[in-house]
Structures are given as C-alpha cells and as structure tokens.
C-alpha cells in the first residue's frame, strides 16, 4: 500500500488551502503522517486516490449512516436534482422531512431547517435565550457543539486533538456566559445553578461522542432534565451525532429521556448539509416570523438536501438496523478487548449503539478527564496499521468510530483481522 498520489495532493493543497483541509479533524495531526486523499465511496468501502480500498468506519464523521450512495438515496438526489437547486421559497420536500423529524422526536412539534449542525446549535441557545430571557448556559467539558464562539470553551473533537483550550479570536465577552460543569457529574451542574440566577439552558451531547465516545451514567440525564425543570432551565439536547443513529428517534428515544430542545444534523441530511433545530410549539413560537427570535438562512431547506435526508431517512426506518448495529457494536468491542489482553495492552473500548471507539488506558472513561489518560502515541500507531490493513478510522483518538448498515460480514472479519495485528504493533511499541 501506497499513499504518493495523496502526498503529492496534500502538498498541492497545502498552497491554497489551510493545512490542506477544509475541517482540521481532517489534517493528521495527532496521529502523524499525511492526510488521505478520497476519490470515491460506495456501499461500506471507501477509496482513496492511490487506489488503496478500506471500509469505512469515518463515514464523513456520521452522515452515511446506510453507507455510501444507496441506490434509493442517489435516485432520490438525481430526481431533486432535475427541478432546480435552490429556489429562495418553500417545497413540499421540506414539510416531508419536518413530517419525519417531529414524528421520530416527540417533544418536537416544530421544527426549523439550517445547513450544519454548529447553526443549529448556536440558534437553539439563541432561542433558549429568547424564551427565558437568560443570558447563561452551562456546558460540559468535552462536549463539542460545533464552532461558534459561545460554545468554543472546554470542547472536544479537533480541539481536544490539538489540545487547544478555546480558540484564539473568541472574544472573553462571547464565552463570560458560558459555564463549564463536568459530564456524568450532577453536583458541578448544582454548583453552578446554586450560584447563577440568571441560566437559560444546559447543553449536553446526551452520549458523549466528541471526547470518544462516553457513556451517560445511570440517571444522569434524567436527573439532569429534572435539575433544569426545577429552575426553569431548558435542557438542549444536542444530537447531531446521535440523532437517527443510536435510534431512530436518537439518544433520547434510546434512553428514554427527553429534551426541550433538539439539535440535529449529521444524518438527517444523509450526506448533503442539512442541521435542524426543534421543540414544542410554544418555544418555536418565538422563532422569527412567528416569533422575536431572528434566525435565517440562504440555503436552508436546500431542495437536494431535503431530498436526500427524506430518502435516508425512510430507508433508514425500513431498514431498522439497530439490533444488527448493536451486535456488529459488541463483536468489534470484544476483538478490541480480546486483542488487547493477548498482547498486554491496557486498553478500554466505549461503545453505545454504532458510536464506539478504544482508549489506550487502564482507567474507566466517564468525562473528558478520564479520556484524555489515553495514551494518544499509541492510538497513533493503532491507525496507521488500521489504514495499512485497509480499515479507515477517524485519525484522532477523541472521535467515535461510526458502523453503518452497509457492513457485511467480510467487512467485519477485515476490521476483526486488522485490530488484532495493529494491537500487536501497539505492544511491540510498548517494549
Ligand atoms: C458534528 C457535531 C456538531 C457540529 O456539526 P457541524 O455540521 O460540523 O457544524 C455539533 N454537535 C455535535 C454533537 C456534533 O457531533
């Protein structure tokens, strides 16, 4: 296997482009090497440009929940396609899939359509605002809610990949209302209520996936949502990774919990941008032009979009592949483990649904903390042999390995295989 067709893109990208990337999950950095060159994806496998074939556990970080350009999906895209591509008014397309995202969220009686999961984000806090008539909002360390300035305090993902604490350009004013409390831990929430008055929401990723991926202990959320009740705090839940794909009515339907507000994105648009944002009408209400809340979009409720998250979806509720997911889940979890103890490497695997991944560690991962005890040297090396022995995984270690429902039993015995000889090449480094 060799990669001199994506070194040589990378170093042509490298001129115009940042980092020749247009997302920095993308470059290398913490795993060393070049970034790959894709050229296409169908089904489980993805391709890059040297021709070297792996299955695809990045599946663009989530969205191709039914793996690559399934037939009805792309039959869907090239009808919409024939219409027009943008129209500046409403479609029937986007009551469609408004019709399936409130019937899969139930506390959603409305919802509104945007084109990435960091506008749908930063419009519910604007709304969560609005309706309270608060201004603060409490955050968890190591939850990633996309890249607006607010919420660019104590995330994971890229910034916890670069160790970066915030961001540079983020001005101290866009973070003073943003409080951060620890994940699966109630008290440094209570703390916080204890001495604010003035709070309009609490923000969770109600499965962790942007520090790895980490589990939501016992009643944690419930007794979180009862927590924000109590005060008159709107609980976001923000799933735009989770959302269609822990379950079909996303982590709340999976663990019986709910939300006043869901963020969406990810899947819903099976792979073109597509982020929503809803909750019961009386909050919707305050959305502009029902509402006092402004919040708008060029291209939101893109006609192509529409339709390929419409065909995702229903493809999706046919399929139902959860139980499959949840199986497919374990037997990578118990080669990771298995693998692990054969060669003595301390390791933890986090799995919920198809969201899973491994953490080079002997401690338990339940917060940003603990995740980041990971020894990183060695997820670095675990990916490159992954790749050599064609398995494409996210090239970080603080991002969820995806499962979608392309994955056939040859491809699962190739990634079973693969882990067994990079957890070796872990071991041999740890001599
Ligand atoms: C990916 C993600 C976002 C940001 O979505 P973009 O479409 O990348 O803007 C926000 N929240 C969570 C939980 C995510 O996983």
């Known amino acids: 296997m060799d990669f001199k067709k994506s070194q040589k893109l990378y170093k042509k990208g490298l001129v115009h482009m940042v980092g020749a990337v247009n997302s920095p999950v993308r470059a290398f950095a913490s795993v060393g090497g070049n970034p790959l060159f894709i050229k296409k994806a169908k089904g489980s496998q993805i391709i890059d440009v040297d ?10 970080y989530g969205p191709m929940i039914l793996g690559h350009r399934h037939n009805k999906v792309q039959k869907a895209i090239h009808k919409a396609l024939k219409n027009g591509y943008t129209f500046g008014a409403s479609t029937e397309n986007e009551i469609k899939l408004a019709e ?82 620890e994940y699966n831990n109630l008290d440094s929430v209570k703390k916080h209520i204890d001495e604010h008055k003035d709070i309009a929401a609490i923000i969770i990723e109600p499965i962790g996936g942007n520090m790895g991926v980490v589990l939501p202990q016992d009643n944690f959320l419930k007794d979180l949502h009862e927590l924000a009740k109590a005060h008159g705090i709107l609980l976001i839940a923000d799933e735009v990774m989770t959302g269609f794909r822990s379950k079909f009515g996303g982590a709340q339907e999976l663990l019986g919990v709910t939300a006043d507000i869901t963020c969406l994105g990810k899947v819903v648009g099976g792979g073109f941008p ?51 997911f949840n199986k497919v889940g374990e037997r990578l979890k118990a080669a990771m483990l298995f693998a692990a103890s054969e060669n003595n490497v301390d390791l933890k695997v986090n799995r919920f649904g198809s969201m899973i991944n491994p953490f080079f560690t002997k401690t338990e991962v ?21 790749i050599k022995n064609g398995v494409f995984l996210p090239p970080s270690q603080f991002e969820a390995w995806f499962l979608s429902s392309a994955l056939s039993e040859e491809d699962i015995q190739k990634i079973e295989k693969a882990i067994q000889v990079a957890m070796k090449a872990v071991a041999s480094y740890n001599k």
């Open 100 to 181: 399936i995202v409130c019937d899969a969220f139930p506390e959603m009686d409305k919802v509104r359509f945007v084109s990435s999961g960091t506008e749908a984000v930063l419009s519910a806090i604007r709304l969560a605002r609005a309706f309270t008539g608060h201004d603060k909002l409490i955050k968890f360390a190591g939850c990633y809610h996309g890249h607006s300035d607010a919420l660019l305090v104590a995330a994971g993902s890229g910034l916890a990949t670069l160790s970066i604490p915030g961001s540079k350009g983020v001005p101290n004013d866009a973070v003073k209302n943003t409080l951060i409390a």
């Open 366 to 386: 339940v917060d940003f903390k603990t995740a980041q005890t990971s020894d990183t040297k060695k997820f670095g090396i675990f990916f490159w042999e992954m």
């Open 51 to 60: 021709n070297n074939k792996y299955v695809d556990l990045v599946l663009s």
């Open 274 to 324: 597509v982020g929503a944002y809803g909750a019961r009408n009386e909050i919707m209400e305050m959305v502009s032009p029902l509402g006092p809340m402004y919040q708008a979009g060029t291209l939101s409720g893109n006609p192509i979009a529409m339709a390929s998250g419409i065909a995702t979806l229903r493809e999706l509720k046919r399929q139902d592949p959860y139980a499959e």
